[in-house]
Structures are given as C-alpha cells and as structure tokens.
C-alpha cells in the first residue's frame, strides 16, 4: 500500500516537472544553435540600405499636420518589449502598422521571442545576415543596444513601455509561478503574500526563471536585477538608459502613452487605435493591502526608481505637449477606439476564453488556467471594416503567424502545457 502511494506521488511530481525539463533542453538546444558571436564593422545596418516608405504614404501623413510643423512619418523603430505592461497591445500596432506600409520586420526564428531569456544576439533574427536592415524590431528580447542597432538604421527610434513595479510584480507572479520551480514549495492559499512575507527563503538569482520574480523590468532591460535600489549603479543604468530610448511610454497613462508615440512618429490618430489585448478577468488579480505593496516596492527597488525616474520625464514631456492638447487628443482617440468597438466586438467587451468563438481570437493563456480574456468579431460587421476588425482583435502568436513567422517551438510547448495542465 505505502509503496503504491509512493508510486502515485512519484508520477505526480514526474508529470509537474516533465514539461519543464522538456522545455528547457528545447531552449538550450535552440539557444546553442543560434548564438554566433560577431564582432565587425559590417554588421551594422547602413541607412542608405533601409527600406523606405512609399511616396503616397508620406503625403498623407504630411497632410494631417500643420504647415508649421511639417514632419515625416518614422519609419524605422526599435520596441523593447517589457513583459506584463500591455507592450502585446503596442505591439499590435506596430504589426498592423509595418504590414499596411509593407514594411521590414526583424522576426525571431521559431519562437516569438527572441530566445529569451538569453541576451539579444543579430544571429537570432530569423534568416539574418551581417548587413541586413529592418524597419521594425519587437518581439520580446533582453535588451542589448549594441546589438539592437546592428538590425536598424542609425535613425531609428527607440521606445520601451514600463509599469508601476508593483502592479507588474502581482501580475508576473500570478502568470508564471508555475514555470518558477522556487514558487512551487510556497504553501498557503495567497503564495504571493506567503512570498513578499520573506522573498529570501523563496528566491535564489541562480535558479531557473527566478528573473520573474525580482526587478523584471530591470532584467527584460538587459541589467542586472539583482541590484539593490541604493547601489550606484542602478542611477547609472538609469542613465544609460535615458540615452538609449527616445520615448519611454507608461501603462498606467496608456492613453497619453500613445499621443506622445504618435507625436514622436509623425503618425495618425487612425495608426494608434486598439483594443486592449492579454488582459486578465479582475477576479485573478490579488488586491495588496498596504502593507504588502510597500514590500513589493522595497523587493524590486530598482524598477521602483526606473519608474519614478522615467515617469517624471513623461509628466515633463506632456507639459511641453501642452495639458489641454494632450487632453483633447485623448478625447480624439477615445472616441475613434469606441467607434471601432462598436463595429467590431461582439458585445462591446472583451469575454473569457471559453467563450471565444473563433481561435484566431484565442489569447495564449498562462500555465494551467484560462485568465487571459479576449474578442468575439460581430458577426454582421460591416465588410468595408472587416479586415482591420480582425487584425485589431487577433492577438500576438497568431498575428505573427499571419505575417509568416515559424512558431514551432512556442507551438510545441503550448501543446505540452494544455496537454499536461
């Protein structure tokens, strides 16, 4: 009997840790075969070989400005893209956006990302060749800006997206602790606070994936994020930083986010509209006391003052925009998203996984739960809408699928963890 137990609890934890196992060797495997370390002067991308955006396209985008400030339209962008900070609902414009003006994505090869959580490598990029230009870089990576601007021309602008530390801590605890094997000892009914009670009992920087649960804003940025919040050198990556990104958008002010964006792009108020994609249903989110959101703060110090520093410099980029401009642009595109709602979502809203219709509307969904809502597409949508309907609710694996990027290896794992949880 003890020996029949003892077998069940065996496969029991063989069937929690297999998938993990599997996944990593794959991402070991992948990794091994894709980094090459370069170093020479003709990797670097020359603007004269970036691809330029048709005649037409400039002319009307010049059209929607005034002659007093006459500009061009940016073309060549670089989006780093931070994890659990709505970077997939930028990231959909910027696909729709680079798909209409046929232009030149650097995508990764199998995946979509680029096989992080490794640092950022040219060799990465699906089919790259030293020399190679894009227009648009923006699939999840770890930051490396040397690298980066080998893909891009020298005009390219930079732009990242960062989120209050502690409401980004409470949603990656909730969306990956089930692939941080140092969570999987926590007990109690609320793991997060049994974690921010005493984060040093649970965490170790060595451990696998342990980068999800401390300062992930500093990592996805290619720092180190086990940096406490008054050593040196986090002012300095702060610094580095500021120099690195033309623009450094907050999802918190999502909206205003996005009129600056478009403002530092020379686009339209019809290139930035969207629906709100990967958002969790309310109920699976952990509300903090207090108490608790002031330990988050202290446990990742350095993304607490990377936000402040660069949510000051947002405050002051919108006071030179002018309050009552940015005001009204926000009402602008406010009223444009709610036109687009009402002609494309079924209902109006988004609705839970399993009352999806149509999988092309499916968002990924994290290890063994469904908390991700998404999109129904109405049925009776207008047809000259249709199109645009579809790409502004299809969410980030199937969009690149769309645009021809291989996923087989984000494919597999998917299949591995609906299989198994």
Not at 52 to 67: G, V
Not at 132 to 144: A, L, P, S, Y
Not at 223 to 247: G, M, Q, W
Request: glycine share 4%; charged share 25%; proline share 5%.
């Amino acid at each position: 009997m003890a020996s029949a137990v003892r077998g069940r609890k065996f496969l029991a934890v063989m069937l929690r840790v297999a998938p993990w196992f599997l996944l990593l060797l794959l991402y070991c495997f992948t990794n091994l075969r894709r980094v090459n370390v370069r170093n020479s002067q003709e990797d670097t991308c020359p603007l004269r070989m970036a691809k330029s955006p048709k005649k037409s396209f400039l002319l009307h985008s010049r059209s929607t400005k005034p002659l007093s400030k006459e500009c061009f339209p940016k073309t060549n962008i670089m989006f780093m893209k931070t994890h659990k900070t709505a970077s997939s609902t930028i990231l959909n414009i910027l696909f729709r956006f680079g798909e209409k003006h046929n232009l030149e994505f650097a995508f990764p090869d199998g995946r979509n990302d680029f096989f992080y959580p490794s640092p950022f490598r040219c060799s990465q990029v699906k089919d790259y060749h030293p020399g190679d230009c894009f227009n648009i870089v923006c699939n999840h990576m770890r930051f490396d800006h040397r690298e980066v601007s080998k893909l891009l021309p020298e005009d390219a602008v930079y732009i990242t997206i960062l989120r209050d530390p502690v409401d980004l801590f409470e949603s990656s605890f909730h969306y990956y602790h089930r692939a941080v094997p140092l969570t999987w000892r926590i007990g109690g009914e609320n793991k997060l606070v049994e974690f921010l009670n005493s984060p040093q009992t649970f965490y170790s920087p060595e451990a696998y994936n342990s980068f999800y649960l401390k300062n992930l804003l500093f990592f996805d940025l290619g720092l180190d994020n086990n940096l406490e919040a008054d050593d040196p050198r986090v002012l300095t990556a702060i610094h580095t930083l500021s120099r690195r990104f033309h623009l450094v958008l907050i999802a918190e002010y999502f909206e205003e986010s996005l009129i600056l964006m478009k403002d530092l792009l020379c686009w339209t108020t019809e290139d930035v509209l969207y629906f709100k994609l990967n958002a969790r249903r309310n109920s699976s989110v952990t509300r903090l006391d207090p108490e608790m959101r002031a330990k988050a703060l202290r446990w990742n110090g350095a993304d607490w003052r990377l936000y402040q520093h660069f949510n000051a410099s947002f405050w002051a980029r919108v006071e030179v925009y002018g309050r009552d401009r940015m005001r009204r642009e926000v009402e602008e595109l406010r009223r444009k998203n709610a036109e687009m709602r009402a002609i494309c979502i079924e209902g109006g809203g988004a609705v839970e996984a399993q009352e999806i219709q149509d999988w092309r509307f499916l968002p990924w969904q994290p290890v063994g739960e469904s908390s991700i809502l998404g999109y129904n597409l109405k049925e009776d949508t207008d047809p000259k809408f249709r199109t645009i309907c579809e790409k502004m609710l299809t969410p980030e694996i199937q969009y690149l699928s769309d645009l021809g990027v291989s996923l087989w290896l984000t494919r597999l794992w998917g299949w591995l963890k609906d299989t198994i949880y």
